[in-house]
């Protein structure tokens, strides 16, 4: 049997107004974090950041729930410096930046969520994203190609990034399909996994458009420290029984 200890459950809110995650929250945060067996989070995406703002997000943290900020900051190293200093003020658990905006990027962000946590133990996490879930191996060999000159693979392209992040000292966890997780632990092994692209044997949802996915269990056989479930749960005709089903995959 599987040891390792169940991974989190991030529950990834995809709603296109504060009130309606509001309202899902309402009835169904409860029940779903009474049937989970790990920590549970919500993930704040930049569709309803966009629409709710940056205090709903902070009354969303003051409630007692833990959040992770899924903006995947991108530009130059002043600016998302700023950004994720503004982030980490609304005492957010998580947040994201992408890898490709290199090392710079990174330690400014680091920099600036250490300043806002005052050097305490609780400042807000930097998860760097690789390589995202919506590219199939053909696409994402033509774009590495456009980039580099020279195509990649998924997997080869993420196991790099994951030991770049390493390397930097200044990122605490990495985002990857499931189906990079054993290349990344191989390669980053004090990097905090983060897995979306996760999909429930049986689960049907509206716009799917993740293309690397896999089963719970197996992204937790993979090595996944949290799994990130949006519609399969948030669009179930009932929310708290798809969540709890996750935890029964586990057995």
Same mark, same amino acid.
């Given at each position: 049997m599987h040891t390792d200890p169940f991974p989190d &459950?991030? $529950?990834a809110l995809d709603f296109s107004s504060g009130s309606l995650a509001d309202d899902w929250l309402a009835r169904h945060y409860d029940g779903i974090r009474a049937a989970s067996r790990s920590p549970l989070i919500l993930k704040v995406g930049l569709e309803l950041f966009s629409a709710a703002g940056p205090r709903w997000v902070e009354k969303?943290?003051?409630?007692?729930?833990?959040?992770?900020l899924d903006l995947k900051l991108h530009d130059i190293p002043n600016t998302v410096g700023k950004a994720a200093l503004q982030a980490a003020r &609304?005492? $957010?658990s998580e947040m994201t930046i992408h890898l490709s905006g290199g090392r710079g990027m990174a330690d400014a962000a680091r920099k600036q969520v250490e300043q806002a946590?005052?050097?305490s133990a609780g400042r807000t996490k930097i998860l760097g994203v690789s390589v995202l879930t919506s590219f199939s191996?053909?696409?994402w060999a033509a774009t590495s190609q456009a980039i580099s000159g020279v195509p990649s693979a998924t997997a080869d392209s993420v196991q790099r990034l994951a030991k770049l992040a390493q390397e930097w000292g200044t990122i605490d966890g990495i985002v990857s399909s499931p189906q990079e997780l054993k290349r990344v632990r191989d390669s980053a092994p004090k990097l905090r996994?983060?897995?979306p692209g996760i999909r429930p044997a049986g689960s049907a949802v509206s716009g799917d458009?993740?293309?690397r996915t896999m089963a719970p269990r197996e992204a937790w056989k993979n090595g996944a420290a949290a799994i990130v479930v949006g519609r399969p749960i948030i669009q179930a005709a009932d929310p708290v029984a798809a969540a709890a089903s996750i935890w029964e995959d586990f057995q």
């Amino acid at each position: 049997m599987h040891t390792d200890p169940f991974p989190d &459950l991030v $529950v990834a809110l995809d709603f296109s107004s504060g009130s309606l995650a509001d309202d899902w929250l309402a009835r169904h945060y409860d029940g779903i974090r009474a049937a989970s067996r790990s920590p549970l989070i919500l993930k704040v995406g930049l569709e309803l950041f966009s629409a709710a703002g940056p205090r709903w997000v902070e009354k969303l943290v003051a409630s007692g729930k833990r959040v992770f900020l899924d903006l995947k900051l991108h530009d130059i190293p002043n600016t998302v410096g700023k950004a994720a200093l503004q982030a980490a003020r &609304l005492g $957010v658990s998580e947040m994201t930046i992408h890898l490709s905006g290199g090392r710079g990027m990174a330690d400014a962000a680091r920099k600036q969520v250490e300043q806002a946590a005052h050097g305490s133990a609780g400042r807000t996490k930097i998860l760097g994203v690789s390589v995202l879930t919506s590219f199939s191996e053909a696409d994402w060999a033509a774009t590495s190609q456009a980039i580099s000159g020279v195509p990649s693979a998924t997997a080869d392209s993420v196991q790099r990034l994951a030991k770049l992040a390493q390397e930097w000292g200044t990122i605490d966890g990495i985002v990857s399909s499931p189906q990079e997780l054993k290349r990344v632990r191989d390669s980053a092994p004090k990097l905090r996994t983060v897995v979306p692209g996760i999909r429930p044997a049986g689960s049907a949802v509206s716009g799917d458009d993740q293309s690397r996915t896999m089963a719970p269990r197996e992204a937790w056989k993979n090595g996944a420290a949290a799994i990130v479930v949006g519609r399969p749960i948030i669009q179930a005709a009932d929310p708290v029984a798809a969540a709890a089903s996750i935890w029964e995959d586990f057995q």
